[in-house]
């Protein structure tokens, strides 16, 4: 069992860093999230897989780990945050814009280096 | 403790000025004068103690473990410097006050010059080397922020930043040498550090803390080659000029040498370095002086050279010359200072400082003619003023050098050359001035006029004190001087006569050479100016400044190298960073399964676990189609949920599956306003390297949790929590114990974040304006109907059903899986789903509710349920239950942390609600007629 999860976080993580290195915010914005329920998954599982055994007292013999429970469960709300602000903030971009890509223009990253200017003698 | 007010006082007075300014200049003077004033009559009161040779300390530990502390000595020393800094900014707050035009900001000044004048009291009056180094680094800020206080002229800001940069510098060479120096001595405590002088002599590191240390201090007193950032900061108005870059501050190098004279001094490289740089800028200084047509900059030059003599003084290491050097350091205080008040007085009623265009004033203004000669022939070393006293044993300790054998001779004869050069141009600055024919009628100001009474005052007082020092200097300054000369050589002072007349001897002659071939030189200027004219001479403002670009480029160019704006590019250097940083952290793990077995695999789980991936996948693969993308996403997200449940995490579940609702909602909402489709743009190389970073970072991932997973843990804390959530928060739900309880101060945190999240979505969408499309990307119009009949009735009916339910997942959630979290979320999802069947307006008639003050009082609520804790004497978020019984419903439990999640639940509602139907709102205000995104049709012809 630990090797399926392992398996099905590591293809959570791949994809997400994958949609994550995109160009466009919408796609990025999947990413995180894919990203962030494998992150969720992750700390979850650091408190071992137990099965049949939730943390409320009286319910079983013993207990799953609640620390990590504890942990994700703010994470997933606090992600749900984040992932509403970054979505506000792409479509803010995109009306100031005029476009949804992550660099705010196509053409940023294409060219070597920015161009510099040199500084004029009474710019200080 | 009243030491320290001697530093505070200036500083508590800082912000008077700026508060009084609105009731007139004469009150905003008064208040800027209240600290120093106090400061003053304080360190009066330690005169007559300190001229007994005692010492006073203050010791306050401020970092103990660095060695830092607050410790402040008051020796004699240290009162000649703080007289001066007292007298002398006092006297400059007077005349600011009638120098400073209404146009600028009085207040902005004093209040600038008494946290100078705070700084440079605790340079002075520092026992510890470290915090010395603070307030010097204190001093060239605020030398920096007063250079500049006209900060709309070039000039200011050029020569600003040329003296921070320099001066700062200077500062942190001290810093390193202070460093050292406390390393080889073992304390950064003065007294430890001056009675270490044979250590730190010996030790092998000396000649390295010598140098550092000297370069600060010859930084800060502009000594060649360091000297080109003091005329720039002439920038700056009169009344700074005149008080720090004459009378302090500058000085501040050469009390760095006076302090640290016991420790350092007397080896060979001491004599050297500080001897020959010290003759450099000497004669240097007073060579150029001669030259400048502006006033300032002539007394900027003059300065230079002045302080070249101070620092020259301090490099004999014979205690006579280390006794001139002091004398000459207030010497100089009081006639340049003098001076530079009398220059911004002519410029102030003349409009100009330049001595070509400036002539004859002495009709004009005979008591500043007066006073300004007087200062001026102090300066050039006159008989009977004090500038002659301490110059002539200045000349009669270059007599007695013999450390160059044959070519000694060499110190007494550039001395007396720049003895003429500083007579020529003293007498420059009065005949020019003051004489040589009649003003210019094409002056700014004509004709000028005699300065106001009070404004001349001031510089008159130091002018007397010129003339006094000058002539009675056993009954004025030889007490401060023994006092101070005691505090720099220790017991040992030399028997020595401040006298006018010694008789006729060397020194005499060398003084009276300068005087006649100063006065020779100045009437044959004309073709030594010519000379200097046709002389080669860089302006190091230029090559500052080109430097400085050239600086800012090679920055730039390294900025580039690294990140050239886009983010794709940055995103894949961190991401590669981490690869290498974990690889390199776990490759000795070698093993990458523990030693606990795996547990066996079921079949269902399987089968979930497939579908994750395969929808993970699928969620890349038709990214390009962003609504399937979104749509595969959330069975991503559904199967975590199920993933808790399976693995004994019921809170987990509950409060995924409710995020998961309101994620896909709000990414719905927002994918209406943005393009359907992804372009295809990646090449297939920027796809390859993103495929094996992916890949790289899930396979590392991945065997990270293997390997985890797999070795034995320590359940010594969940056992904690587990054994005393029932006693300790009163739940049988440890997961909400530990939210609401336990950790409450983190869920406190984390319900914070939420709101402000809410506010920066709120703020982010105010006054947003986005075109929408008419049809959908396949043509279609959006149907004519929003609210269809049928869903409307039915979600108004799901409602208070979902309402009743949210409420009972709260209330059992400290027992039971659920909570504040969960609670706030289903009745969010609720709302929302009013808001999506029936419309915004269709709600907000009926919850006339402003959501971000809904979030912000859940928050309150939270802060004072942790509160009251208080009142009952415990800690912040200290919880308390009970248990009631009530008949039909049975046992109920109230606890305090109930409240608590209470604040949670509002929290998550007002946030949640806030982001959202900000979204929703911004769907209602498009204009149906709205032109088609160009967006769109281009993506849809692709």
Not at chain 2, 246 to 259: H, N
Not at chain 2, 386 to 402: A, I, R, V
Not at chain 2, 892 to 921: H, K, P, R, W
């Amino acid at each position: 069992m630990e090797a399926l999860v392992a398996v099905v976080i590591a293809v959570l993580v791949s994809c997400g860093v994958y949609l994550l290195l995109r160009a466009r915010t919408f796609p990025v914005i999947l990413g995180l999230t894919l990203l962030s329920y494998a992150v969720n998954l992750f700390i979850f599982v650091m408190g071992r897989l137990r099965s049949g055994a939730p943390a409320v007292i009286g319910s079983s013999e013993s207990y799953a780990d609640p620390i990590p429970q504890a942990l994700v469960l703010t994470a997933i709300v606090i992600g749900f945050a984040m992932t509403a602000f970054l979505l506000v903030l792409s479509l803010r971009a995109r009306a100031e814009l005029g476009n949804d890509h992550v660099d705010g223009s196509a053409a940023i990253g294409e060219k070597p280096s920015k161009p510099v200017r040199p500084l004029e003698e009474d710019e200080v | 403790m009243e030491i320290l007010l001697i530093i505070a006082l200036p500083l508590l007075g800082a912000g008077l000025p700026l508060l009084t300014e609105r009731f007139g200049r004469n009150i905003c003077a008064i208040s800027a004068a209240l600290g120093p004033a106090l400061s003053l009559i304080l360190i009066l009161q330690y005169i007559p103690a300190l001229l007994q040779h005692q010492m006073f300390f203050l010791h306050q530990p401020w970092v103990p473990q660095l060695g830092l502390d607050f410790s402040l000595r008051l020796d004699g020393l240290g009162m000649i410097f703080a007289l001066m800094i007292l007298v002398i900014g006092l006297l400059v707050i007077l005349y600011a006050r009638y120098y400073i035009s209404n146009k600028d900001s009085l207040g902005r000044l004093y209040a600038l010059l008494q946290l100078f004048m705070m700084a440079m009291l605790g340079i002075v009056l520092a026992d510890n080397l470290l915090l010395l180094v603070v307030f010097w680094e204190l001093t060239s800020l605020m030398s920096f922020l007063l250079i500049g206080y006209w900060s709309h002229s070039t000039e200011a800001r050029k020569g600003a930043r040329m003296a921070l940069a320099i001066t700062g510098a200077g500062g942190l060479s001290l810093l390193a040498g202070a460093l050292i120096l406390g390393q080889i001595v073992g304390s950064y405590n003065l007294d430890m550090i001056l009675n270490s002088s044979a250590l730190i002599q010996s030790h092998g590191l000396y000649p390295v803390v010598l140098i550092l240390i000297l370069i600060g201090a010859f930084t800060k007193s502009a000594q060649f080659p360091f000297y080109f950032w003091l005329p720039h900061a002439m920038a700056a108005p009169t009344p700074a000029s005149a008080y720090l870059h004459s009378a302090t501050m500058v000085k501040a190098g050469v009390f760095l040498l006076a302090r640290l004279y016991p420790a350092l001094s007397g080896s060979d490289l001491w004599f050297y370095l500080v001897t020959f740089t010290g003759l450099t800028t000497l004669v240097f200084g007073a060579y150029n002086a001669l030259f400048k047509h502006d006033l300032k900059g002539l007394l900027a030059y003059s300065t230079i050279s002045h302080l070249g003599l101070i620092t020259m003084l301090f490099g004999f290491s014979s205690d006579l010359a280390t006794i001139a050097a002091l004398f000459h350091i207030i010497n100089h205080a009081t006639f340049k200072a003098s001076l530079f008040m009398a220059a911004g007085i002519i410029d102030h009623e003349t409009g100009t400082r330049d001595m070509r265009r400036i002539f004859g004033l002495a009709r004009f203004m005979p008591v500043t003619a007066t006073v300004a000669m007087v200062s001026a022939s102090a300066m050039a070393g006159v008989p009977l003023l004090n500038g002659f006293l301490s110059k002539e044993m200045f000349f009669s300790e270059t007599l007695k050098l013999d450390q160059l054998g044959n070519f000694s001779y060499i110190f007494p004869l550039l001395a007396t050359f720049a003895g003429i050069f500083a007579v020529a141009y003293s007498y420059r600055f009065i005949h020019d001035v003051f004489f040589n024919g009649e003003p210019n009628k094409d002056l700014p100001i004509y004709p000028p006029h005699e300065a106001p009474l009070y404004m001349i005052l001031p510089m008159a007082v130091l002018g007397l004190l010129c003339l006094a020092l000058g002539t009675m200097p056993n009954l004025l300054v030889s007490p401060l001087l023994h006092a101070a000369a005691y505090a720099v050589l220790g017991t040992d002072i030399p028997r020595y006569h401040l006298a006018i007349w010694h008789g006729f001897n060397l020194p005499l002659l060398m003084s009276f050479v300068a005087l006649g071939g100063g006065l020779l030189l100045y009437y044959q200027r004309k073709g030594l100016f010519a000379f200097y004219e046709r002389g080669y001479r860089v302006d190091q403002k230029v090559v500052f400044e080109k430097r400085i670009q050239r600086l800012v480029r090679l920055a730039q160019r390294c900025t580039d190298a690294v990140e050239n704006g886009s983010l794709q590019r940055s995103v894949a250097v961190i991401i590669t960073a981490t690869l290498v940083m974990a690889a390199i952290e776990f490759w000795p793990l070698g093993n990458i399964l523990g030693e606990i077995p795996l547990t066996p695999i079921d079949g269902i789980s399987v089968i979930m676990a497939s579908i994750m991936i395969v929808a993970a996948v699928v969620t890349v693969s038709s990214h390009h189609n962003r609504y399937a993308a979104l749509l595969a996403l959330s069975a991503v997200g559904l199967v975590v949920s199920l993933a808790f449940v399976r693995f004994s995490a019921p809170d987990l579940a509950l409060t995924q599956i409710s995020v998961e609702v309101v994620t896909i909602i709000l990414l719905m909402l927002a994918l209406f306003f943005l393009p359907q489709l992804t372009p295809y743009e990646s090449s297939w190389r920027r796809a390859i390297r993103d495929m094996v970073l992916a890949g790289g970072a899930g396979i590392a991932v991945g065997l990270f949790t293997l390997a985890i997973l797999t070795r034995p843990y320590d359940t010594g804390l969940a056992d904690f929590f587990i054994a005393n959530s029932v006693s300790g928060g009163g739940g049988t739900n440890v997961v909400n114990v530990i939210l609401v309880d336990f950790r409450g101060f983190d869920t406190f945190g984390e319900i914070t974040v939420l709101a402000i999240a809410g506010l920066g979505v709120f703020l982010v969408l105010q006054g947003l304006e986005l075109s929408v499309p008419r049809t959908d990307r396949h043509g279609r119009q959006w149907t004519r109907d929003p609210y269809p009949i049928i869903i409307t009735v039915l979600s108004r009916m799901f409602f208070p059903l979902a309402l009743m339910v949210s409420v009972f997942i709260f209330l059992r959630g400290h027992n039971q899986p659920g909570g504040g979290f969960i609670a706030g979320l289903i009745t969010a999802i609720a709302l929302i789903l009013q808001y999506i069947c029936s419309g915004t307006d269709w709600v907000r008639q009926r919850l006339p509710v402003d959501y971000g003050r809904m979030s912000v009082v859940g928050i309150l609520v939270a802060v004072f349920t942790g509160m009251g804790s208080w009142l009952f004497g415990y800690p912040f978020l200290t919880t308390t239950f009970t248990h009631l019984h009530l008949p039909l419903v049975g046992d109920i439990e109230l606890a305090s942390a109930m409240v608590f999640d209470i604040g949670v639940y509002v929290t998550v509602v007002g946030a949640t609600l806030l982001m959202l139907s900000q979204l929703g709102n911004l769907a209602q205000t498009i204009d149906p007629q709205a032109e088609t995104d160009p967006d769109f049709t281009s993506e849809e012809s692709r």
